[in-house]
């Protein structure tokens, strides 16, 4: 048995399958997000939350203030490290989630970088909407 398959077997025991799912569509949500730090295009944020999103402006006034600096964010990926499902319906999920920041950098436009201060697990309530495009946060 591979390692891969290892982690999966220890993960899927740990969070129920139905959980397993949502981690992953929030997981697949993160990683354009991060993107969106990473290349400084707020407008890749339309693909994670939903419009109207308080977490959306948020995000994009960051990225904006970072690249006014001549600056973006990269690493800005967020390891999930429990998911449940308080509630969901057809058309809205709640989860229930702690996560962390992993090791992010600020990257300048002339090439150097510095570490941003790691971060601490955070739980926090996650509302997913569905959307004529598919689940965003929000």
């Given at each position: 048995?591979?390692?891969?398959?290892?982690?999966?077997?220890?993960v899927t025991s740990v969070l129920g399958s139905n959980d397993l799912h949502w981690a992953g569509v929030?997981?697949?949500?993160?990683?354009?997000?991060?993107?969106?730090f990473a290349h400084r295009d707020a407008a890749l944020l339309?693909?994670?939350?939903?419009?109207?999103?308080s977490g959306r402006?948020?995000?994009a006034s960051i990225i904006s203030a970072y690249a006014s600096r001549g600056a973006r964010v990269t690493g800005a990926d967020l390891v999930l490290l429990s998911?449940?499902?308080?509630?969901?319906?057809?058309?809205?999920?709640?989860?229930?989630v702690v996560d962390q920041?992993?090791?992010s950098r600020i990257v300048w436009d002339d090439g150097t970088s510095r570490a941003l201060p790691t971060d601490q697990p955070t739980r926090r309530v996650v509302t997913l909407i569905r959307t004529r495009d598919g689940w965003r946060i929000d």
């Open positions: 048995m591979d390692w891969i398959s290892v982690l999966v077997a220890a929030l997981g697949e949500l993160d990683d354009v997000r991060a993107e969106a339309d693909k994670v939350y939903a419009p109207g999103s402006t948020q995000d998911c449940t499902v308080r509630s969901s319906s057809a058309e809205q999920v709640r989860l229930d920041l992993e090791s």
